[in-house]
C-alpha cells in the first residue's frame, strides 16, 4: 500500500566529488539513486569511509551536489543553493539529528534556545508564552524534565544532550527526519534509551526516517528497508529482514559476518506493540528492562539514567514493549 504512494523523499543518480590533488576527483557519493516512502524508515549501513555522511549532508543540503536530483515532497530541493536553504519553506520540512550532541549543540545556547531557535525562525509559532508552551510540549515528548530547560549543554548528560538535540528536529513536525548515527557518541547504555525513544518517536508523530548507521543490529531494529552503501555506490537494497537472511552482495554478506554472535532472531528487546500505561508507580525499577529475558546487563546499566531522571524515567516507562514484556 505505501509504494502505490509517490515517494517522500526520491534521489536520482546523486553525485558528489571532491578535489584531490592537480586534476583527480573523489567520488564520495556516486550515482546515487533510492526512494524513500512517508512513513518509512530506512536504514543506510556501510563502512567509515563509505559516503554516508556526504549522502546525508547532500540531502539536508548542507552540501552542494556534483550531479543528480533530490526530490522531497513535491520540491526540487537539489537546485536551491545550500546558502538559501535555511530560509526555504521545505527546510521545515526535513531535519537531521547530528551523531554527537554536544559538537552540534551551540554552548552559548540553553536547551530552551536550541529547541526554539528553529520554531522562532521557521514557524508561525511565535511571542513568549507561545514558545514556552511548544518546548514544554517538546521537552514532554522526549522525556527530558522541564526544569532542565535553562541548562546549557556542558550542565546536560550525554542523554539529556541528545533529547535536546531531538526535541530541536523534531520541533517544526518534520516529514523526515535524517539520523546520522545518532546514538554512535552515547554509553552503550544511554545509547539504548534514546533508540527505545526514537522508535517510541516514529510512531507517535509518524515521521520518517533516513537512519544512518554502522551498526546492522540497531539498523535492524528501526527499520523497514536497507541501503547497502560501498565505495560512494549503493550496492544492495531491500526489507531488512530480506537484506539480513539472503545478502546478495559480497560486500552485504562481509558485514553481516562481521557483526558479533549474529543470530537470524528477533531482538531480545523488542521495539513494537502498544505503548505501557499507566505510569510506572515504583520510579525506582525500571519494570520494562527487568523483564528484559536477555538483556539483564543491559537493564543494570539503563538504571542510572533513569533514577538520574526521576521524572524522566515516568516518560522512558512508556517505550512501547510487546505484550509478553507488559507488565
Ligand atoms: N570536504 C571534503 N573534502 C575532501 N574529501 C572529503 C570531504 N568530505 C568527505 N570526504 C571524503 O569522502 C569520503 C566519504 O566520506 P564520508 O564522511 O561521507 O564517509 P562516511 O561513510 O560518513 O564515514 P564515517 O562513517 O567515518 O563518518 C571519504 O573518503 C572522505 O575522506
Redesign the pocket.
Known amino acids: 500500500m505505501l509504494n502505490s504512494q509517490p515517494p517522500l523523499l526520491q534521489v536520482k543518480n546523486l553525485t558528489k566529488t571532491?578535489p584531490?590533488g592537480k586534476d583527480a576527483h573523489?567520488h564520495?557519493v556516486d550515482q546515487v539513486s533510492f526512494t524513500l516512502q512517508s512513513g518509512e524508515s530506512v536504514g543506510l549501513v556501510?563502512e567509515?569511509?563509505?559516503?554516508?555522511?556526504?549522502?546525508v549532508r547532500l540531502i539536508t543540503r548542507l552540501l552542494d551536489v556534483t550531479a543528480g536530483e533530490i526530490h522531497f515532497d513535491d520540491a526540487i530541493l537539489s537546485t536551491i543553493a545550500v546558502r538559501q536553504f535555511p530560509q526555504n519553506p521545505y527546510r521545515a520540512g526535513i531535519q537531521l539529528v547530528f551523531q554527537d550532541p554536544t559538537d552540534s549543540l551551540n554552548p552559548r545556547f540553553t536547551a530552551y534556545d536550541t529547541i526554539t531557535e528553529p520554531i522562532k525562525r521557521l514557524s508561525s509559532v511565535q511571542g513568549r508564552q507561545q514558545l514556552q508552551a511548544r518546548a514544554a510540549e517538546l521537552a514532554d515528548l522526549v522525556g527530558l524534565p522541564q526544569d532542565l530547560l535553562s541548562r546549557f549543554p556542558h550542565q546536560l548528560s550525554g542523554g539529556q544532550k541528545a533529547r535536546v538535540g531531538i526535541a530541536r528536529a523534531i520541533a517544526l513536525n518534520p516529514k523526515l527526519l535524517v539520523l546520522d548515527?545518532p546514538t554512535s557518541a552515547l554509553d552503550v547504555s544511554v545509547q539504548a534509551v534514546i533508540l527505545h525513544l526514537l522508535a517510541d518517536l516514529k510512531k507517535r508523530l509518524g515521521m520518517s526516517y533516513l537512519f544512518v548507521s554502522?551498526d546492522l543490529n540497531v539498523v535492524r531494529l528501526l527499520c523497514d528497508r536497507v541501503l547497502v552503501m560501498y565505495l560512494g555506490k549503493i550496492v544492495e537494497s531491500g526489507p531488512v529482514e530480506q537484506i539480513f537472511n539472503h545478502p546478495r552482495h559480497p560486500y552485504t554478506e562481509a558485514l553481516i559476518s562481521a557483526i558479533p554472535s549474529f543470530t537470524a532472531q528477533p531482538h531480545p528487546i523488542p521495539l513494537t506493540g502498544e505503548p505501557r500505561s499507566p505510569i510506572n508507580p515504583n520510579p525506582s525499577v525500571c519494570r520494562l528492562y527487568g523483564r528484559c529475558p536477555k538483556g539483564e546487563d543491559l537493564c543494570h546499566q539503563v538504571m542510572p539514567e533513569l533514577t538520574e531522571l526521576s521524572s524522566n524515567h515516568q516518560a522512558a516507562c512508556h517505550f512501547p514493549v510487546s505484550s509478553d514484556l507488559a507488565v
Open positions: 571532491f584531490v573523489l564520495a556501510g567509515s569511509g563509505c559516503g554516508k555522511s556526504t549522502l548515527e554502522h
